[in-house]
């Protein structure tokens, strides 16, 4: 099973340079998807959930265009071929 | 020798040098550009000076950033310098307190951070154990966070015993004699005027905690209203707010050098966090508190911002110098003790720390 993640830019230099990324999670929900991704670049992972495991708060995570926090959060079904979305929410000043 | 300042801001940090022992300062260019730089520590007792600098990304979290270069490359721990165990499920919010501990004990570094906790580092700051005996404290669970959120914001380590002194917003003082294995509170004398009962054992929002150059045992407290010395390491407190204009504030440093020297900058109060009349003083002791002198040569008049907690700090020098960071983005620095102050740089992001360091040149 692949899954592509696309990184917003700010993001790209903790991916190896690229916003796009081919992940083969461990399993098929979103918490296996960042688990995995965890493995192979802990500090983008990090900057995505906190140890605890949560999805940061300006953090939103869309699973083939569907918002995970409005779907099953990290419980979230990541079917093969799912494209992964991570964008920043609008905050900050 | 150069002399080193890291002002760290709301949108990053910016380091000042001088090479004229601090007559003339000269800014370089923002490093962590856009992220906020809440706590900085410029570690001297390695081969070179470290900077490990506390960041908030944003969207994207808290981390700890180190540069062994002076910020021309950082350097993260991958899987984060300070993470919390999964046993407690908690999570790090913020670093709020970045402090190396004394030449004797390198590697050694200590880290104050919300929610309320206290770390340490054997390895420079590269990665950080969670202080265990403070974490299971139990009055913890009713620690409530102040306006910025509730954290350990004070880090004092002893270089002479295992004492280590803790500062808390709120919580209060709390003291370890046993490296930082078992904690008590020592607040006694210290007010609490947003809580029924008017001195509690704990639960006070100490701002800022120093420790005067006379011994560990003499500390100085600014408090959410009030200025406070203790004679006997927190076993009691006075006040010493007799002379200011007013009790509230934030930061209070004491002299490296000399005993019974410290400074506070007075705001009017907290429904009012600008300072008195307009115009940023710092204040003066000669005497541990006994008086005080308004110091203003140099600050600005028509002045409505105010002075962060750790956006105050002192050097190593002779004499000792000051530097003061505002919420309106300017650094001021004193070569005399206050005597006389002039600008560092302005129009930086709100200043939030600022730490001044002397290094080889």
């Known amino acids: 099973m692949r899954v592509e993640v696309v990184l917003p830019g700010v993001l790209a230099d903790l991916a190896g340079g690229t916003r796009h990324l081919e992940v083969a999670p461990g399993g ?8 995995t991704l965890a493995v192979v670049h802990p500090r983008l992972a990090r900057r995505i959930r906190d140890e605890a495991g949560a999805v940061r708060r300006f953090v939103n995570v869309y699973v083939d265009g569907e918002d995970v926090r409005y779907a099953g959060g990290l419980g979230t079904p990541v079917p093969d071929g799912a494209v992964v979305q991570v964008l920043p929410s609008v905050a900050g000043g | 020798m150069t002399d080193l300042l890291a002002i760290g801001t709301r949108k990053g940090l910016w ?10 300062w000269t800014l370089g260019e923002p ?11 410029i570690d001297t007792r390695g081969p070179g000076p470290r900077v490990l600098a506390g960041v908030q990304y944003g969207h994207w979290g808290p981390t700890v950033m180190r540069s062994d270069d002076l910020g021309a490359s ?28 004394s030449a004797d004990r390198p590697g050694v570094v200590w880290a104050g951070c919300e929610p309320h906790s206290l770390w340490r580092s054997t390895d420079g700051g590269c990665s950080f154990e969670l202080v265990r005996g403070l974490w299971d404290h139990p009055h913890r669970p009713t620690w409530e966070p102040g306006g910025g959120g509730g954290a350990v914001h004070t880090v004092l380590p002893d270089p002479a015993s295992d004492r280590v002194t ?28 947003f809580l029924p009962e ?7 929002c100490v701002h800022k905690v120093a420790v005067d150059a006379a011994g560990p045992d003499r500390m100085y407290a600014q408090n959410h209203f009030g200025v406070f010395r203790t004679d006997d390491a927190g076993g009691s407190w ?36 600008v300072p008195p009349e307009g115009r940023l003083r710092v204040h003066r002791t000669r005497d541990a508190g006994g008086s005080w002198t308004g110091l203003g040569s140099g600050l600005p008049d028509r002045f409505w911002a105010a002075v962060m907690r750790d956006g105050f700090c002192a050097d ?9 960071g505002t919420r309106d983005g300017c650094v001021y620095a004193s070569a005399d003790e206050g005597d006389t102050f002039s600008l560092v740089a302005d129009h930086l992001p709100d200043v939030l720390v600022v730490r001044a360091a002397r290094i080889p040149g």
């Open chain 1, 28 to 35: 098929g929900a979103l918490a296996d998807l960042l688990d």
């Open chain 2, 15 to 24: 380091l000042a040098r001088s090479d004229d022992d601090r007559r003339t």
């Open chain 2, 31 to 41: 490093h962590l550009l856009a992220q906020e730089v809440a706590a900085v520590s």
């Open chain 2, 74 to 101: 950082w350097q993260e721990t991958e899987a984060g310098a300070i993470r919390f165990p999964e046993d407690t499920g908690a999570a790090l919010a913020r670093v709020w307190q970045l402090r190396p501990d």
């Open chain 2, 166 to 193: 803790v500062a808390m917003s709120t919580g209060g003082v709390y003291v370890s004699e046993d490296g930082a294995s078992t904690w008590e509170p020592r607040n006694a004398g210290i007010s609490a005027v």
């Open chain 2, 198 to 204: 008017p001195a509690p054992e704990y639960g006070q």
């Open chain 2, 238 to 273: 006075t006040s010493i707010a007799e002379g200011l204009p007013a009790d509230f504030g934030f930061p209070v440093v004491a002299s490296p050098s000399a005993p019974g020297t410290a400074w506070v900058v007075p705001l009017v109060a907290d429904m009012q966090r």
């Open chain 2, 316 to 324: 190593e020098g002779d004499p000792t110098g000051l530097y003061v």
